[in-house]
């Protein structure tokens, strides 16, 4: 599995992107906004990896929520997989709690699907497939 991707919650992506703009003296590359989510997202490419900026668009979305529990941070880490339905049985197998048991369609043309972090040490993992 390949390090695809690090969500980060914020509160202000507008802020936040002329932020790490400024850190990685690049712009964003991408913005887009997953409504069934509630999220607004934008993408900086850092090297092989990207980092996900991601800002609720409404208050049960679940990025507003981690910010009120545990403020502005680190989200979840995105692993890339070449068989998306094929590592959610083998993980689930494994005894790992699946919050999606199918995948469904995030942002940056991807196939997603959340681990639930009980069972990751408290990490939030998303598996995630680029859509052919
Ligand atoms: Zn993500």
Redo the contacts with the bound molecule.
Sequence with gaps: MKLE?I?IAVKDLEASNELFKKLFNSPHYKVESVESEGVS?SFFQTGESKI?L?EATNEDSAIAKFIAKKGEGIH?L?FEVVDIDFELERLQKEGFQLIHQTPKD??DNKR?AFLHPKATNGVLI?L?QEKK
Aim: aromatic share 0%; charged share 15%; with cysteine.
């Design positions: 991707h969500g997202t996900e991601l979840h995105a995030g942002a997603i998303e995630c």
